[in-house]
């Protein structure tokens, strides 16, 4: 089943941190405010802009079950700063047996990569036991948008 997750940041016109907002596909819980660990793995990075002018950052890893990839489609008005796509090949118990970088672009590339991926587990559902490894995509994203706050 294919799935997402998303951490979006908010930072004033002098790249202050405003806010820090979590979101899953997988819960039916609505964006939550991210704990002091996931704000601290958010890289430091400066807003441009006039007083009042607030950018929304958001970082974004994709999960495509099968050898369909994901369109990488953004809603209107977010510009993608910096993209990877991963191959990866899932074993029956949910470890990575392989993965690799297949694409990247943008001048803001991930640092999530096959290293980070590879220590997590995945469950790729199966009417049936299957022998041979599964094959999905993780695309990872960072985009973002400029909004005047009143």
């Not at 609505?30 to 958001?58: N, Q, V």
């Not at 993209?83 to 470890?95: K, R, Y």
Request: charged share 20%; with cysteine; aromatic share 6%.
């Amino acid at each position: 089943m294919p799935w997402w997750e998303r951490i979006s940041v908010t930072l004033d016109d002098k790249g202050n941190q405003q806010s820090c907002n979590y979101q899953s596909s997988l819960s039916p819980m609505g964006p939550e405010a991210c704990d002091e660990e996931m704000a601290s793995t958010m890289p430091s990075i400066r807003a441009g802009g006039g007083p009042g002018l607030y950018s929304k950052l958001t970082f974004e890893r994709r999960f495509s079950p099968g050898a369909k990839l994901d369109s990488g489609r953004l809603q209107a008005g977010d510009k993608l700063l910096g993209q990877q796509v991963m191959h990866l090949s899932i074993g029956a118990d949910g470890t990575i047996n392989s993965c690799k970088v297949v694409g990247k672009s943008g001048e803001l590339i991930p640092t999530y990569d096959c290293e980070e991926v590879k220590s997590e587990q995945f469950r790729v559902a199966a009417s049936a036991p299957v022998e041979r490894p599964r094959q999905a995509f993780m695309t990872i994203m960072v985009y973002g948008h400029n909004e005047q706050i009143a």
